[in-house]
């Protein structure tokens, strides 16, 4: 049984039928990653897990319980967190509060032992623990957002675009951190426009266009199909249709 | 100078009241983005009921002036919480994806329906009870004029900078308190960490109401008399003073509560007594044409 499966997902965002019957699933301790030009979907697609459109059609279900119709927070509450597309943090809130916002549902006894490790693995946000999010930078927002998520103890991590807009030497740690959350035994679905990098650490991936899954393969085999490469790599023509 | 100190202690203590009022409006502006006009109103009820629970509490017996206004306090405030609870369910729910006008129609409606009730049930004849707390404190006499400090007033302002203290406290230092603010920053992201944001916004207007309680049954004791009409006027300078105070600023809504409170006692004794409620509009109008994100308001940014 896969950890996630999306079966046969429609999914509206007003009068765009943004998801047009999208297969997927994640199995327990992959990196999954979904590449795709900008509307392609993408974004749609993790937002639609949390019944944010719902789905108009198909199913989604997590650890085998059907969760397309349950409530936004009851979602969360099953153990997923997500990085959205523009991190989203809590602009008004200190560093300190929204790590806080994230271990709202997680136990308290596992409070101290959880932010010590964000603070490990981003040593910036303990020394801004309380400065107003708002005023840290880009790079540093977005490992507050990675942070936030991880003080929920989730099960399965949704990051999207969490390169996006971000120097190189940010999106090199946070991929690293990628790497290593996964090692630990964390299940990664990860978004990404940086097709190149998250090929490189996925195992396994997926590619979308216009709302639909057009191809599908191991990080190494998507990263050297001639498809792919021309498509997202190397930047050209749409894949077409198999 | 004797004249001028006791108008600034009518006035603190006036201020008390209308910024208890402002914060039920703009924790609920805060929260979802509208004003709740029937919040005036949820405090009339919660002023009536004050009268209803003094008298009946008095035929039972209880004589301590302390239990008693403990008692009523208590019994106001959780009904009064009931009834936020209820308005945001029956009348504002159910319109939260309409458009941004529908919410506040119905607000102006169920307005009209609480005074209604409370006129249809309670009858329309100002309801008077008895002094709980008489006498004052004469502080000292400046030209023949003697400033009192009545134990009502020093009630109403302990009772609100207490208040106001564990107020602070819930939404600065405990969970709820920052799910609170969370909601006002992000709602879908609030609910994205698994928080129930319907939860969160029922808990808001029930604290607004209770703060509202409080002011209701301070007014009661303070002034004597209640009845169905008082929650518009009220109601309206707790507005101004919210929106003062920028709207969405809960010391904003402290602050401008003083300084309308400060306003309407000075105007009632230098100027007119019967021009002091134009003297609050003119300051509504007078803000938002020249800044209409008050005091301490942060500037309206349009949310992508």
């Known amino acids: 049984m896969s950890m996630l499966t999306f079966a046969g997902v429609h999914a509206h965002y007003g009068a765009i039928h943004a998801l047009r019957g999208v297969d997927i699933h994640v199995e327990e301790g992959e990196i999954v990653t979904l590449i795709g030009a900008n509307g392609a979907g993408k974004s749609t697609l993790m937002m639609t897990l949390f019944g944010q459109p719902r789905a108009s059609q198909g199913s989604i279900s997590y650890q085998g319980r059907d969760i397309t119709r349950m409530a936004t927070h009851d979602i969360s509450r099953q153990g997923i967190a997500l990085v959205p597309e523009g991190r989203r943090i809590f602009p008004r809130m200190t560093v300190l509060e929204n790590l806080q916002m994230g271990a709202t549902f997680a136990k308290p006894e596992h ?132 | 100078m004797g004249q001028f100190i006791q108008q600034l202690i009518n006035g603190l203590t006036l201020g008390a009241v209308y910024g208890l009022i402002a914060l039920g409006y703009t924790m609920v502006y805060g929260i979802i983005g509208m004003i709740n006009f029937a919040h005036g109103d949820v405090y009339m009820v919660s002023a009536i009921m004050a009268v209803t629970f003094i008298t009946l509490l008095s035929a039972l017996g209880i004589s301590s002036v302390p239990l008693m206004l403990v008692l009523v306090l208590v019994i106001v405030i959780a009904l009064t919480s009931v009834y936020g609870w209820t308005v945001e369910r029956t009348a504002y729910r159910p319109l939260r994806n309409s458009t941004r006008l529908a919410p506040l129609i119905s607000a102006i409606g169920m307005s009209i329906f609480l005074q209604n009730m409370v006129q249809i049930t309670q009858g329309a004849r100002v309801k ?71 939860r969160t916004i029922s808990l808001t207007f029930m604290l607004g109401a209770a703060l509202a309680a409080v002011a209701g049954v301070m007014v009661t004791v303070y002034y004597g008399v209640v009845d169905f009409s008082i929650g518009f006027v009220a109601g309206i300078k707790a507005f101004t003073a919210a929106v003062l105070g920028g709207i969405g600023s809960l010391p904003g809504a402290m602050l401008g509560g003083l300084i309308i409170g400060m306003i309407e006692s000075f105007w009632s004794a230098y100027l007119s007594p019967e021009y002091k409620d134009v003297a609050t509009f003119v300051i509504l109008i007078l803000v938002l044409m020249f800044r209409p994100s008050g005091l301490l308001g942060r500037p309206e940014v349009e949310k992508v």
Do not use: W
């Open chain 2, 128 to 198: 008077p009870v008895p002094t709980l707390l008489p006498g004052s404190l004469e502080l000292f006499t400046a030209n023949g004029f003697t400033v009192h400090l009545a134990y009502t007033q020093i009630l109403i302002v302990l009772v609100t900078v207490a208040l106001l203290i564990g107020f602070t406290a819930l939404i600065t230092r405990t969970s709820f308190g920052r799910q609170q603010r969370a909601c006002e920053q992000d709602r879908t992201m609030t609910a994205l960490l698994g928080i129930n944001v319907d």
């Open chain 1, 111 to 242: 409070f101290d032992g959880d932010i010590k490790r964000v603070f490990e693995l981003f040593p910036v946000l303990e020394a801004r623990q309380a400065q107003r999010a708002g005023t840290l930078s880009g790079g540093e927002q977005q490992m507050l957002a990675i942070g936030r998520a991880l003080m929920g103890r989730p099960t399965l991590l949704l990051l999207d675009e969490p390169s996006l807009g971000l120097a190189p030497l940010y999106i090199k740690l946070i991929f690293r951190t990628i790497e290593a959350l996964n090692k630990e035994g964390m299940t990664i679905l990860l978004v990404e426009q940086n097709a190149h990098h998250a090929l490189k650490v996925a195992h396994r991936g997926y590619v979308l266009q216009h709302g639909g899954i057009v191809l599908t393969g191991t990080g190494k085999e998507l990263l050297a199909s001639p498809e792919v490469r021309a498509a997202y790599l190397e930047g050209g023509a749409e894949i077409s249709h198999a």
